[in-house]
């Protein structure tokens, strides 16, 4: 193509009006303008379908006022007060001014179709406990329960009524219910008690003690006032006629029994079985109360009423840690006190009518011959506490303690191979007969700190037990007993007759008026009854080895006890006070009872 052509081309084509410049020159002055955001008109208004697209995306300013009204804020960010709540408001006000001050309030005579729940108040049990939960769920506010129409629930209502509560509420009442079933235990009160007792008073009290007078003489016991406490028992003993006996105990007159049969009658168990033997057993001398301990280091009191609703309860125990117990006794005459003790150098003391409990050990001047206290008797009289001694050389000896200064008073000694094996104390208190395990037998006199005679047991074979009755029937000068029996490891139990040894002329070797050879194992327990018409002789080491004899015919009963009376393994044996009742313990730490008729 030439030259002119080009050029005449070049000619023909149209150039830019003048609007067009301009929009080229505002271009240059200002991009925003290409967008056509702030630019010419000349693109026309938008349509109906553009703007509803465009207030959905981004909205307007209209919307955005209204939308701040329901969050209460306006442009300036003052409290929105609709026109609507307004009107409403004014008209409410309208509507009361002219009503009658009676009628400005309404009485709910009915619960709703859903009435509210109810709120957690306080109440005795959450406001006497000021410790917080170790875990609170947030959720347990939120829950509702019926207590109307679960069955199993209704228990848990105050009112009959009442039908919906919270999970909080529900929770407080299954742990009110859950208390009332199973009481706080024993031992959480014991442990209560013993977190409030203070050191300062302790120290205060064993101070006190040993400033005592007396208390400088080299045979006194160390006196400590434990931090073991019980509840104590002063309403017991201060509301008599609910629990003195109304036979008066042995003071009745005496029965008369039938020397071969016998009426026996068996009343509900004396509580629970204990968690291990029982050991020792005891009935108090005025109240209708039965002691028992064991191993387990527990003590216990029961209530004897075979004839109640709840026959033959638990009144208090007392659990005594890490000492199993061996020996436990009233302290006569009023019964007051209860002694018990174990394989220990100690003995315990527990004050009934306190509730305090002391620990006494430590006989000064005689540690090398009592190193444990676990067997022990008390004196009819109440005023001397006898402990076999743990020395052997040279025989055995029994430590006698003034029960009320708990003060070495005497020993008492017996020439005897193997030691001493059982002691008793006179009906009067004041002597005691002592039993080597050889045979031989020493009579004390309290009075004169002295030893009246000495004698043997016939055919003694290894002597275990011995035991005495029918106080005031025999020689006054010894006691005033009439019977002594002895038993012995083959079974034999010896019975002597006591009136005949008138002006302390103890015969050397003394005939007995009877023999019993029923048992083949060891005699463990020999008792009598307080009237002196019966005694028991059982063995532990025989399952169902126990006999009871009548006296003086000394004869033993054919009908009682029977192939099927359950006794098991005889570990304890004790007569009621009043002579009417007889309770036998056993291994497995059942209390068994029967009622004596006659």
């Given at each position: 193509?030439?030259?002119?052509e080009e050029s005449s081309?070049?000619?023909?084509?149209?150039?830019?009006?003048?609007?067009?410049q301009?929009?080229?020159?505002?271009?240059e002055?200002?991009?925003s303008?290409?967008f056509?955001?702030?630019?010419?008109?000349?693109?026309?208004?938008?349509?109906?379908?553009?703007l509803?697209l465009?207030?959905a995306?981004?909205?307007?300013?209209?919307?955005?006022?209204?939308?701040?009204?329901?969050?209460?804020?306006t442009?300036?960010n003052?409290?929105?007060?609709?026109?609507?709540?307004?009107?409403?408001?004014?008209?409410?006000?309208?509507?009361?001014?002219?009503l009658?001050?009676?009628?400005?309030?309404?009485l709910?005579?009915g619960?709703?179709?859903?009435?509210p729940?109810?709120?957690?108040?306080?109440?005795?049990?959450s406001?006497?406990?000021?410790?917080?939960?170790?875990?609170?769920d947030?959720?347990?506010?939120?829950?509702?329960?019926?207590?109307?129409?679960n069955?199993r629930?209704?228990?848990?209502?105050n009112?009959?009524?009442?039908d919906l509560?919270?999970?909080?509420?529900?929770?407080?009442?299954?742990r009110?219910?859950?208390?009332?079933?199973?009481?706080?235990?024993?031992?959480?009160?014991?442990?209560q008690?013993?977190?409030?007792?203070?050191?300062?008073s302790r120290r205060?009290?064993?101070?006190h003690?040993?400033?005592?007078?007396?208390?400088?003489?080299?045979?006194?016991?160390?006196?400590?006032?434990?931090?073991?406490s019980?509840?104590?028992?002063?309403?017991?003993?201060?509301?008599?006629?609910a629990?003195?006996?109304s036979?008066?105990?042995?003071?009745?007159?005496?029965?008369?029994l039938?020397?071969?049969?016998?009426?026996?009658?068996?009343?509900?168990?004396?509580?629970?079985?204990?968690p291990s033997?029982v050991?020792?057993l005891?009935?108090?001398?005025?109240?209708?109360?039965?002691?028992?301990?064991?191993p387990?280091?527990?003590?216990?009191?029961?209530?004897?009423?075979?004839?109640?609703?709840n026959?033959?309860?638990?009144?208090?125990?007392l659990h005594?840690?890490?000492?199993?117990?061996?020996?436990?006794?009233?302290?006569?005459?009023?019964?007051?006190k209860?002694?018990?003790?174990?394989?220990?150098?100690?003995?315990?003391?527990?004050?009934?009518?306190?509730?305090?409990?002391?620990k006494?050990?430590?006989?000064?001047?005689h540690?090398?011959?009592?190193?444990?206290?676990?067997?022990?008797?008390?004196?009819?009289?109440?005023?001397?506490?006898?402990?076999v001694?743990?020395?052997?050389?040279?025989?055995?000896?029994?430590?006698?303690?003034?029960?009320?200064?708990n003060?070495?008073v005497?020993?008492?000694?017996?020439?005897?191979?193997?030691g001493v094996?059982?002691?008793?104390?006179w009906?009067d208190g004041?002597g005691?007969?002592?039993?080597?395990?050889?045979?031989?037998?020493?009579?004390?006199d309290?009075?004169?700190?002295?030893?009246?005679?000495?004698w043997?047991?016939?055919?003694?074979?290894?002597?275990?037990?011995?035991?005495?009755?029918?106080r005031?029937?025999?020689?006054?000068?010894?006691?005033?007993?009439?019977?002594?029996?002895?038993?012995s490891?083959?079974?034999?139990v010896?019975?002597?007759?006591?009136?005949?040894?008138?002006?302390?002329?103890?015969?050397a070797?003394?005939?007995?008026?009877?023999?019993?050879?029923?048992?083949?194992?060891?005699t463990?327990?020999l008792?009598?009854?307080?009237?002196?018409n019966?005694?028991?002789?059982a063995?532990?080491w025989k399952?169902?080895?126990?006999?009871?004899?009548?006296?003086?015919?000394?004869t033993?009963?054919?009908?009682?006890?029977?192939?099927?009376?359950?006794?098991?393994?005889?570990?304890?044996?004790?007569?009621?006070?009043?002579?009417?009742m007889?309770?036998?313990?056993?291994?497995?730490?059942?209390i068994?009872?029967?009622?004596?008729?006659g």
């Amino acid at each position: 193509m030439s030259l002119i052509e080009e050029s005449s081309r070049a000619s023909e084509k149209p150039g830019p009006t003048n609007s067009d410049q301009e929009v080229i020159m505002d271009r240059e002055g200002d991009s925003s303008d290409a967008f056509g955001v702030s630019g010419s008109d000349e693109r026309g208004e938008k349509d109906s379908t553009e703007l509803e697209l465009e207030t959905a995306v981004f909205g307007d300013e209209t919307g955005f006022y209204e939308r701040l009204k329901t969050h209460g804020v306006t442009r300036d960010n003052h409290e929105v007060t609709t026109t609507v709540t307004k009107d409403v408001h004014d008209e409410a006000e309208d509507d009361i001014r002219d009503l009658d001050d009676a009628d400005l309030f309404i009485l709910d005579s009915g619960p709703s179709e859903k009435p509210p729940l109810p709120q957690l108040r306080p109440d005795r049990e959450s406001s006497s406990d000021t410790s917080d939960a170790a875990w609170d769920d947030s959720d347990d506010g939120r829950i509702t329960v019926s207590l109307r129409t679960n069955p199993r629930l209704r228990k848990l209502r105050n009112y009959e009524d009442e039908d919906l509560v919270n999970g909080r509420e529900y929770t407080k009442r299954l742990r009110r219910q859950f208390e009332r079933l199973y009481p706080v235990p024993d031992w959480v009160i014991q442990a209560q008690s013993k977190a409030n007792i203070s050191a300062n008073s302790r120290r205060s009290l064993i101070a006190h003690q040993r400033s005592s007078p007396g208390s400088s003489s080299e045979d006194e016991m160390s006196v400590d006032f434990d931090e073991i406490s019980a509840p104590p028992l002063a309403k017991l003993f201060q509301q008599p006629d609910a629990f003195i006996r109304s036979d008066q105990g042995p003071q009745r007159g005496k029965r008369k029994l039938r020397p071969e049969v016998i009426d026996m009658q068996r009343t509900k168990d004396v509580g629970v079985a204990q968690p291990s033997a029982v050991t020792s057993l005891g009935f108090h001398p005025r109240h209708p109360l039965l002691l028992s301990s064991g191993p387990s280091s527990m003590i216990s009191l029961h209530h004897i009423s075979p004839r109640a609703p709840n026959p033959n309860p638990l009144l208090t125990s007392l659990h005594i840690r890490s000492t199993p117990l061996t020996t436990s006794s009233f302290r006569p005459p009023d019964g007051t006190k209860i002694l018990f003790s174990g394989r220990q150098r100690y003995f315990h003391a527990w004050d009934l009518s306190s509730g305090r409990v002391e620990k006494i050990s430590h006989i000064y001047g005689h540690q090398s011959e009592q190193k444990s206290m676990e067997r022990f008797k008390m004196s009819p009289c109440g005023r001397w506490m006898g402990l076999v001694g743990s020395q052997r050389k040279g025989g055995g000896l029994i430590n006698i303690l003034d029960a009320h200064t708990n003060q070495w008073v005497a020993e008492v000694r017996v020439e005897s191979k193997g030691g001493v094996a059982d002691f008793e104390w006179w009906g009067d208190g004041e002597g005691m007969t002592l039993l080597g395990k050889s045979g031989e037998a020493v009579e004390w006199d309290g009075k004169q700190k002295k030893t009246i005679g000495r004698w043997v047991d016939e055919g003694a074979v290894g002597t275990t037990v011995i035991a005495m009755g029918s106080r005031g029937s025999g020689a006054k000068d010894i006691g005033g007993d009439r019977w002594i029996a002895v038993g012995s490891s083959n079974g034999i139990v010896n019975v002597y007759d006591r009136t005949g040894w008138k002006g302390r002329s103890f015969p050397a070797n003394p005939k007995p008026i009877k023999v019993f050879d029923q048992l083949t194992t060891p005699t463990s327990h020999l008792v009598f009854s307080q009237d002196g018409n019966l005694m028991v002789m059982a063995s532990r080491w025989k399952r169902d080895a126990l006999r009871l004899i009548h006296l003086p015919s000394c004869t033993v009963y054919k009908n009682w006890p029977t192939s099927s009376t359950p006794l098991g393994r005889v570990t304890a044996v004790a007569f009621s006070p009043s002579s009417e009742m007889l309770a036998v313990a056993n291994e497995q730490g059942k209390i068994r009872l029967w009622e004596i008729r006659g």
